[in-house]
């Protein structure tokens, strides 16, 4: 479904990502682990095309998607939650979501409000509510639920679990599974890899924006050096 | 009792125009960030357009059809400035978009002069309300009350299109944060060209329907545009409720200020502003801004390092050309050079307080016209010795930059922009109204240098000893403790206060230096003329030097004194020309849009990709 071939980004003249390739398949759920500053925000950001990859390829049901400005890479049905949540904090909850909403793409379920707030029943009492009058983790619950307005076939989430109460996390690894048995395919950055473990089928290693481990979980257990070297468990 | 209620009414009827053309204002700002100097010359060619379709569409009904056409007009005429001239610069730092909306205006101004010609028009009446209403026995204009029902209309729908609709919601929420709009899937710059549509189209509508109250002339662009900034501020930019109840304050209070104290009117809208700021900083409606939430701030400067020898060599040089004018150049050309010297020491200034503290000042002319003014009324009221009034004219602009920065410090952004210009046209307007002490309109004359200094190449060998002289020494504060600390203030307020740093005071240390450095250019320029007018401390002036700081590069040393000198003799030569606005406005663009980091910036930045300049600042 999606496919990064040798992509190299840059900020300004510091090279980030080096030749990074790897794949997702459709109905997946795979992890993005890596410490602080390996360069996972930028993937997701580089997939986003956000930041504009300098060299590589990103494909996306076989389009290809580096060039191309970020609302129209949306459209195709890539969402994106960024890490620091960028809710729209003057606007109330229903508002956020219309923002995400989008027409159903040939076939695919079409989201909607109410379908949103049976898996976040919180942000359905608050909905009203200004953006900014909710805590951290309703924020959070909200940055996903306004992605999932704009149904998108592939979820880029970036580090959903960060600064978020344990109990809420399990509630995230409801969601995540919940949505994988909807048929949407994730993407999933995580430095937390005992949630990763509960969510995803594959785990995918960067450090210093180079791949350093692409399997299960299980071969990932088999070789704890690898584990422990590019992981603070 | 009679007169009251009709002069209110006047009032509320002046609001409708004012509103409609500052509520557009209002809108491209909220949204786009962007601070439209051209939003005067829409509702200018609303006017001119309204008029000329007024003159082929009859009766009650062409009127109105006028004034929406004229609305549609101006609105794709912002549509086009829009995406040439807008679209190239949203990433340039902020505030640099203002620099292309400045050129913008000088576009304007002359195609209009090529359209229109250079006679004032006078507004049809509109058929169908050309009588007259008695209320109390007062005669009031029926199109006057027709245009005070309107605008509550016109508020509610503008209200309900940005609060109710998918497009408000979604504009509203670009205004926030217009990456992550996009990152939604919808193209945000699409929407901000509808904005601008939008915001242009009722600046041209606000220009058209004050028609029949007055007409179309190319002075309005300008007349405008202090009094929607004003009301803009005053309601909290970005709020439509806030900038109705200004526009009503500010016509209102006007109507009563020109009856009952006439002497006012130049300054009334100002002083309301000032009040309403130092009361409520974000104006009446307005909510903080947060310097950088809007993702603008662009990326981290480079750190500043004294110049290297190749960069001392090559001002070197540069001195001693300078240095030779006298001997071989025309006594034109000195007295063009000093000219350059001395607007490039009071842009210099401004970059002081603008580049390295981040403070936008729309109003540093206060300071150089406050220290010209000091020396004259030194010359002139007591007969004070040049040399006297030559060095006490800085002191005089320090002190004014001390009273004026201790009140304005505490706002920031567009807010303490918007309070400097009030104090400077505060200023301004005493100076002009006071006659008997400062010769108002006809200034002051008679304002020599000292025998020792007189005669052209004596006085231009002292304007380059001080005026370079002052501007090594800005550039050298900029490595002091001092500078440092003013830079620390702007980039991280919170962190420098960590490190004992009084934010606040360093700031308005900061503008008291840039007031004086102003005043001391002031001081050379008085002297270098004989003379000084109001109209060395008006607005236009301001902006000049704010101008040619974004030209040369905010974010570069010596950028403001590039800018200065790069504008200062291009506009030497083009204005021999008849149509040199338009010249002048398209060059500004252009350099605008080819040199988003300013001059010096945007050369330096290519110079390093061609490997030259590594090692030289700029
Ligand atoms: N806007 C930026 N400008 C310059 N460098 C940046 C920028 N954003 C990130 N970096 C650098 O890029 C590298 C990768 O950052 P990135 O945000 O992708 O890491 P991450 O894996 O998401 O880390 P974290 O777990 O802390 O979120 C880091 O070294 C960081 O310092
Ligand atoms: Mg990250």
Redesign the interface.
């Known amino acids: 479904m999606l496919e990064c071939e040798t992509i190299n980004s840059f900020y300004g003249k510091a090279h980030i990502l080096n030749d990074l390739s790897f794949s997702v398949g459709a109905g997946a759920v795979v992890s993005l682990l890596g410490r602080n500053g390996a360069g996972k925000t930028t993937t997701m950001k580089s997939i986003m095309q956000i930041v504009k990859p300098k060299t590589g390829r990103v494909r996306f049901l076989g389009q290809e998607i580096v060039g191309q400005p970020t609302h129209r890479v949306a459209k195709m049905g890539l969402g994106y939650v960024p890490e620091e949540r960028r809710i729209f904090t003057d606007l109330t909850i229903l508002e956020n979501l219309e923002v995400g909403r989008q027409p159903a793409r040939d076939g695919g379920v079409e989201w909607t409000n109410e379908m949103v707030f049976k898996i976040f029943p919180n942000l359905e009492e608050r909905q009203n509510n200004l953006g900014k009058a909710l805590s951290g983790g309703e924020q959070q619950m909200l940055t996903i639920a306004r992605t999932l307005m704009g149904n998108p076939k592939l979820l880029l989430l970036d580090e959903p679990s960060e600064g978020i109460a344990p109990v809420i996390v399990e509630q995230m690894a409801t969601t995540i599974l919940k949505l994988k048995a909807e048929g949407v395919t994730v993407l999933i950055s995580e430095q937390n890899l005992h949630f990763a473990r509960i969510v995803a089928d594959r785990a995918i290693i960067i450090e210093g924006g180079s791949m350093k481990f692409d399997g299960t979980f299980s071969e990932l257990d088999e070789q704890p050096d690898i584990r422990d070297g590019y992981l603070s468990v | 009792m009679g007169l009251f209620i009709a002069q209110l009414l006047t009032g509320l009827a002046n609001a409708a125009g004012l509103f409609l053309v500052a509520s557009g204002l209002s809108l491209i700002f909220g949204v786009t960030r962007i601070v439209n100097f051209a939003h005067g010359s829409f509702y200018m060619l609303g006017a001119f357009i309204g008029y000329s379709l007024m003159q082929v569409l009859p009766g009650f009904f062409g009127f109105w059809a006028s004034v929406l056409l004229a609305g549609v007009a101006v609105g794709l005429i912002g549509v086009i400035v829009e995406i040439c001239v807008l679209r190239p610069v949203y990433k340039a730092p902020e505030l640099f978009q203002l620099v292309a909306t400045f050129g913008v205006i000088l576009v304007i101004q002359d195609l209009a002069l090529m359209t229109w010609g250079a006679v004032d028009v006078l507004g049809p009446r509109v058929p169908g309300l050309k009588g007259i209403v008695r209320v109390l026995g007062e005669p009031v204009p029926q199109y006057d009350l027709a245009l005070i029902a309107l605008t509550p209309f016109v508020l509610f729908a503008l209200w309900y299109l940005i609060s109710k609709t998918?497009i408000g919601?979604?504009v509203?929420?670009a205004?926030?944060?217009r990456?992550?709009?996009?990152?939604?899937?919808?193209?945000?710059?699409w929407l901000f060209t509808g904005v601008f549509f939008l915001g242009a189209a009722l600046a041209g509508i606000g220009g058209a329907i004050q028609l029949p109250k007055g007409g179309a002339d190319l002075l309005m662009d300008f007349n405008i545009l202090a009094a929607i900034f004003v009301v803009v501020v005053i309601g909290g930019m970005g709020s439509l409720p806030g900038a109705y109840i200004a526009a009503v304050l500010i016509s209102v209070l006007n109507v009563f200020g020109v009856t009952y104290i006439p002497q006012s009117t130049l300054v009334l809208m100002f002083v309301v502003m000032a009040v309403v700021l130092m009361v409520k900083p974000y104006g009446l409606l307005g909510?903080e801004e947060v310097a950088g939430e809007h993702g603008q701030v662009g990326?981290p400067e480079r750190p500043f390092k004294p110049a290297g020898t190749q960069g001392r060599l090559l001002v070197g040089g540069l001195l001693a050309i300078l240095a030779f004018v006298p001997l071989f150049g025309s006594s034109f050309l000195s007295v063009l050079v000093s000219d350059v010297l001395i607007f490039c020491l009071f842009a210099a200034s401004l970059h002081f307080i603008l580049g390295l503290g981040g403070l936008v000042s729309f109003g540093h002319a206060a300071y150089f016209g406050g220290g010209a003014y000091v020396a004259a009324l030194l010359v002139s009221t007591v007969g004070a010795p040049m040399e006297v009034a030559f060095l006490l004219a800085p002191v005089g602009a320090c002190l004014g930059a001390v009273i004026i920065g201790w009140l304005c410090i505490r706002l920031t952004g567009v807010y303490f922009a918007m309070l400097t210009m009030a104090f400077a046209q505060l200023l301004w307007s005493l100076v002009f109204q006071w006659d008997e002490f400062t010769g108002g309109d006809d200034g002051l004359v008679d304002i020599w240098p000292a025998p020792w200094l007189s005669g052209t190449t004596a006085y231009y060998y002292l304007t380059l000893v001080v005026g370079v002289g002052g501007i090594i020494f800005l550039r050298h504060m900029a490595h002091t403790p001092f500078g440092y600390a003013l830079r620390a203030s702007r980039d991280s307020k919170r962190q420098a206060e960590a490190t004992g740093i009084h934010t606040k005071r360093i700031q308005w240390a900061a503008f008291a230096f840039a007031g004086a450095m102003a005043g001391l250019a002031g001081s050379l320029f008085v002297f270098s003329k004989g003379s000084i007018f109001p109209t060395e401390l008006e607005i236009a002036r301001s902006f000049d030097a704010l101008i040619v700081i974004f030209l040369g590069g905010v974010k570069t040393l010596s950028g403001a004194v590039v800018g200065g000198a790069s504008l200062e003799f291009v506009k030497d030569f083009l204005t021999r020309f008849e149509y040199w606005r338009l010249t002048l406005g398209l060059l500004i663009i252009v350099v605008v849009i080819l040199a988003p980091d300013g001059i010096v910036g945007s050369l330096r930045k290519f110079g390093e990709r061609l490997g030259v300049l590594r090692g030289v600042e700029n």
């Open positions: 998918r919601i979604l509203r929420a205004t926030q944060d990456e992550m709009v996009g990152a939604l899937g919808v193209n945000q710059a909510r990326e």
